[in-house]
């Protein structure tokens, strides 16, 4: 079998498929960006931009596949994700595999994305390995969720703030509020807005008796069925005054009915004590941990 990473053809999809999913059954291989069945794996690189059929790179001959790697990004971010790399070998070969193939993946990107992401289920011990021989620093990470029993179960109260649908005219409210709590992330605050436009994401805002905005929220239906809540965030000020759950039941009930999985999820960093805690507040489980490695920012 090959042992350099090669472009997947169309005769490979199947195989890479069957590969993933038996991976991803393996906490110790699991990577969350994805699911664990084929039709969830499927929709979750079907999701990707560019075309991950373009930019899947794998191991072995055709028929024969037992590494694969997918990545995609984001010029206006500036970054990468890698989706894998997924390997059937033994521990004591995995990481210099799975080297090559990160390699393949990441030498695909434009000039101006400066750094890459890999992220693994906390038990999956190769990749924090992979890393730590790649120098990208791990932080960890937590994703909790709420059933459509739990966000029933809300009382539907008189909110204040008022919570209304995203508007083109609040773009120069939410921008300074995202571009400071999540500074080069995956959407920029006017593509948050543009995807809110085009029905892609449920984007809410808080605001008091007109005063202009003081917080927001956005989510989506991940190609799993998921519900997920992407961003929120809450002017320094008006922090712990109810604005930041407002939010998050006005998205979670928006976002339920539309879930397949009839939940919504959320990712919470380790270190965000304060955060894990008011999302378990209102119900929110940890469902796993995980391990997102960041290549340092070319230059920095």
């Known amino acids: 079998m090959s042992l350099v990473a090669r472009h997947a053809g169309g005769s490979d999809l199947g195989a890479v498929l069957d590969l993933i999913v038996g991976q991803q059954a393996r906490r110790d291989r699991n990577v969350p960006s994805v699911g664990t069945d084929h039709a ?13 059929t373009d930019t899947l790179r794998v191991l072995g001959e055709p028929g024969r596949v037992f590494g694969a790697v997918a990545i995609d990004w984001s010029v206006d971010a500036g970054r990468a994700w890698v989706y894998g790399p997924w390997i059937d070998v033994d521990d004591d070969r995995w990481v ?3 080297e090559g193939l990160v ?24 990749m924090a390995a992979l890393a730590d021989r790649l120098g990208w620093p791990g932080e960890l990470n937590h994703v909790l ?10 009382p539907v109260e008189s909110e204040m703030p008022t919570v209304r649908a995203a508007a083109a005219s609040d773009l120069d409210g939410i921008r300074p509020l995202h571009d400071v709590e999540f500074p080069a992330t995956y959407f920029s605050a006017s593509e948050v807005i543009a995807r809110a436009g ?6 809410l805002v808080a605001e008091y008796d007109g005063g202009g905005v ?16 992407d961003f929120l965030a809450v002017a ?18 928006a976002l339920v009915p539309a879930s397949s999985t009839q939940r919504v999820s959320l990712t919470v960093q380790d270190s965000r004590h304060g955060a894990r805690a ?3 507040s209102l119900g929110f489980v940890v469902e796993t941990s995980i391990v997102g490695y960041r290549e340092p920012i070319t230059g920095a």
């Open 145 to 154: 969720f709420a059933t459509a029993a739990t966000i029933g179960s809300w």
């Open 214 to 229: 003081c917080g927001y929220v956005a989510g989506r239906i991940d190609p799993d069925g998921d519900g997920y809540v």
């Open 198 to 203: 085009r029905g892609e994401q449920v984007v």
């Open 236 to 253: 320094p000020g008006l922090r712990r005054a109810g604005v930041g759950g407002a939010l998050v039941r006005a998205v979670s009930r």
């Open 96 to 98: 210099d595999l799975a």
């Open 278 to 280: 008011f999302y378990e």
């Open 103 to 126: 390699a393949a993946a990441t030498d695909q990107t434009p000039a101006a994305v400066t750094s890459s992401v890999l992220s693994a289920d906390v038990a999956h011990r190769l």
């Open 40 to 52: 969830a794996v499927r929709a979750e690189l079907e999701d990707l931009e560019p075309p991950w």
